[in-house]
């Protein structure tokens, strides 16, 4: 069997034209009430409408039926890679979420504060969910530790969570959580799963004793739990699988973070409004021919119920859209990593709209508006997020014909 | 690669809500002339037709494109197994489908009758397709054979087919088939295809000396050959891969069989019209959370080439349905395991019409009737039937969100 990579290859060749993905995050949306109308179809949205006239849409599967995303793996399978065969462990993702560094060797996790009690026992796995006000000077504190041999990075996330990454030479990332998944009992050592693993493991069992030493004094948050022991997956670049020279425009660090874990440069942006992106894009027009583009506030306003918000910020985008038009992309798509419906205020599994946009070759269909009912009527069919980008290689004439 | 068991192993999750999977066997149709309408589209289904204008619809291919199921191999898709990696031996579908036990452990095969002439050389493969009233005493005849150490069970199938269960220590299922697929030659010895099967395959021959000897008056039936040895496939439980609890209310052994494989609970039903099914699953509602519900009807009108009769058991689970909603399932998917055209009279590859209904999750389409052409217009667009299971788990609320 030949394998997606080889077959990407084998097809791929260079030129000059341009492709944009549009990421809304979260666009998929449902209706409110029976027989009403998604957010997407609520929105007024006359420059994606007329491109949906000219193009073609379609649904996207972020992963697998059924299946709700996280934003890293709904973002690999938009940038080309299954995401069930590019695993990418909670500790790297936790770490370039708030903008750490992960490189190869490097080890991240994910660390929680926990409330123990005198006997050492955990009374509350998150440490009452500490306010984030609390907790970032406390992380703070923990930056003080060092160790013989390795450069440790920590960062505040949220609340009781921070990220962790430990830099050093022969690290080993096969390591059990110390979570223990219940109260009542402390905390448990970092174990190695392999004998490779072990000088690791007592690496971080090291910080942990430092750790609990400085948290000795906080009234909840005196005690620490690290999972999601992992490292830089090394996953092939987009420039080796695709060909493409990619870009990343985001302003929030997950997404900058998982763009850089595929070898995207991640540009500057002054401020947050779409405008603001694509000027940011137009900066780089130049130097790239690929740009991935998100746009965070869907998914911000679909997480908070805010069904009007999220229309809102669907049609922010839209009225921006003439300014990166006039760039002049040889194809465009304008999708979502995942659907988040305000009125389940989480991340879900239904399909997400995708329009594309390809004057040049696109077999344009009947649809002249862009919502989830004129997708799921679209020429695309209902594909796979993670063959969205062959289809947009294809458009771009950058695939070679496969055989004789 | 994240496998699908591994994958599912992470996100399931409990809760109360609960699942119906009704399943009209056969369901997906052709219409007799061209510009008519299939079974299902000709039934009036006031019911059905008002889910599919609150829910969703689509349509699933049974195995792979072009691909008619048997029964066995179909079903298995529905629960949510690859009907191509979980593969159950003919044996032990011949003989769960008679409603005889098959566990680990025990070598099940499909026998057939034959005719031999005085040489031992086969003359008629299948016995003249002798009548069931005269081939089930035969059967009851070879129950009277027993061999040391070995529990041996045989039962009645059809015409000239029954099928064997042999229960014992150490037995291996690595034969051949006795049946030369020819006459003018006579039946094989069972072979081991491997050492460790030779004393099972010594126990099948002493089986078939003892058995040739009780039928050696017979005219017609004077020989038998043996097939599909196969053993228990040990399926992961439905309960250990996707978390639910699982039940079986069907009438014929086949489906019982099919379901108990993947563990499923048989419940009683009495009677056998959609209302007694229905009763059944009421009787029980407290103590399942998953119902596989299995009508017979429509794949045995279309087997009998009646489209009127299929038409009407259509609409005879369309009267039964209020019963079923009364009891106030979060999901209800209405499917079938394949079709069963009338026009045919036979198992079909073509897609499956499917109806998902879900009101608290679902993304409605624009269809308002239950039918093929509807459905293949319908939000689900065409799916594998293996991937129908993760749906009703998302739509029941019991998958986490995959990666962060």
Chains 1, 2 share one sequence.
Request: with cysteine; glycine share 10%.
């Amino acid at each position: 069997m030949l394998s997606h990579i080889d077959l990407m290859r084998e097809l791929v060749k260079k030129n000059d034209h341009r492709i944009i993905l549009l990421v809304l995050d979260g666009l998929g949306g449902l209706p409110i009430e029976p027989g009403g109308q998604t957010e997407l179809e609520a929105a007024r949205t006359p420059e994606m409408d007329r491109l949906a006239a000219e193009g073609c849409l379609g649904l996207t599967v972020p992963i697998r039926p059924g299946v709700a995303p996280g934003s890293g793996p709904a973002h690999l399978a938009l940038f080309g890679y299954d995401p069930l065969e590019y695993l990418v462990g909670r500790g790297v993702l936790e770490a370039v979420g708030v903008g750490l560094k992960v490189i190869p060797g490097d080890i991240a996790a994910r660390g929680n504060f926990c409330t123990l009690d005198s006997g050492g026992r955990i009374t509350d796995r998150r440490a009452g969910r500490i306010r984030s006000e609390m907790a970032a000077p406390l992380v703070e504190r923990l930056r003080g530790i060092s160790l013989p041999g390795v450069k440790i990075e920590a960062r505040h996330v949220k609340e009781h969570r921070f990220a962790l990454v430990v830099r050093g030479q022969g690290l080993q990332p096969d390591l059990e959580d110390t979570d223990p998944q219940a109260t009542g009992v402390p905390p448990l050592d970092v174990v190695a799963r392999r004998p490779e693993a072990q000088a690791t493991a007592e690496l971080f069992n090291r910080w942990i004793a430092e750790a609990k030493g400085l948290l000795a004094s906080e009234a909840h948050a005196n005690g620490l739990t690290l999972r999601g022991f992992s490292t830089d997956p090394r996953l092939p670049s987009m420039e080796s699988v695709y060909g493409v020279h990619p870009a990343c425009v985001a302003v929030y660090p997950m997404y900058r973070g998982v763009s850089s874990l595929v070898g995207m440069r991640v540009l500057d942006v002054q401020g947050e409004s779409p405008e603001d992106e694509f000027g940011a894009v137009r900066a780089a027009w130049k130097d790239f021919d690929y740009f991935f583009i998100h746009i965070k506030k869907p998914d911000s306003r679909g997480e908070d119920g805010d069904f009007a918000g999220k229309v809102e910020a669907i049609e922010a985008v839209d009225r921006a859209l003439p300014a990166l038009l006039q760039l002049g992309p040889e194809v465009l798509a304008i999708t979502g990593d995942h659907s988040t419906p305000a009125r389940l205020r989480s991340h879900s599994w239904h399909p997400v709209p995708l329009l594309l946009w390809a004057p040049a070759t696109i077999r344009p269909d009947s649809q002249t508006t862009f919502g989830e009912n004129a997708c799921s009527a679209g020429g695309l069919s209902t594909i796979p997020a993670k063959d969205l980008m062959t289809l947009l290689l294809a458009h771009a004439g950058r695939l070679d014909k496969f055989g004789a």
